[in-house]
Nanobody, 127 residues
Framework: QVQLVESGGGSVQPGGSLRLSCAAS????????IVWFRQAPGKEREGVSY?????????YYADSVKGRFTISRDNAKNTVYLQMNSLKSEDTAVYYC???????????????????WGQGTQVTVSS
C-alpha cells in the first residue's frame, strides 16, 4: 500500500527554519519522483520543490523558494526532506508531498500529475 506521511510542521517566526519530512512506504522513494506542494488559505495548491529518481535526483524549485528551501532524500530512511530557511509569512501554508510512482514528471508543478498524496503538515510563519 502506497503511503506518504508528512511531519515537521509548526509555528516559527519570520527568518526561522523548519525541516519537513515525507516518509514513504509501499515503494522505494529513490526509484520515483517526489514533489512538495503547499496550499495557503484561499489560494491554489502550489508546487514548491521536486526531486527526481535515482542517484542524480534532479531537483527543481519554485521561484518563490529558490535559495531558501532545499529538497533532499535519505534512502536508508525512505524519506524525502524539505529544509526551509529564511521563512517568510507568505510561506504559511499546509505542505504536502506527492508522487505518481514514475521516475520523472515533466510538468512537476501541476498537482493533477500526482495520484498519491500525504495528509499534509501545517507551517505557520508569524511574529
Amino acid at each position: 500500500q502506497v503511503q506518504l506521511v508528512e511531519s515537521g510542521g509548526g509555528s516559527v517566526q519570520p527568518g526561522g527554519s523548519l525541516r519537513l519530512s515525507c516518509a514513504a512506504s509501499g515503494f522505494t522513494a529513490d526509484s520515483v519522483a517526489i514533489v512538495w506542494f503547499r496550499q495557503a488559505p484561499g489560494k491554489e495548491r502550489e508546487g514548491v520543490s521536486y526531486i527526481g529518481s535515482g542517484k542524480i535526483g534532479t531537483k527543481y524549485y519554485a521561484d518563490s523558494v529558490k535559495g531558501r528551501f532545499t529538497i533532499s532524500r535519505d534512502n536508508a530512511k525512505n524519506t524525502v526532506y524539505l529544509q526551509m530557511n529564511s521563512l517568510k509569512s507568505e510561506d504559511t501554508a499546509v505542505y504536502y508531498c506527492a508522487t505518481d510512482l514514475t521516475i520523472l514528471i515533466r510538468n512537476w508543478w501541476r498537482d493533477g500529475e500526482y495520484a498519491y498524496w500525504g495528509q499534509g503538515t501545517q507551517v505557520t510563519v508569524s511574529s
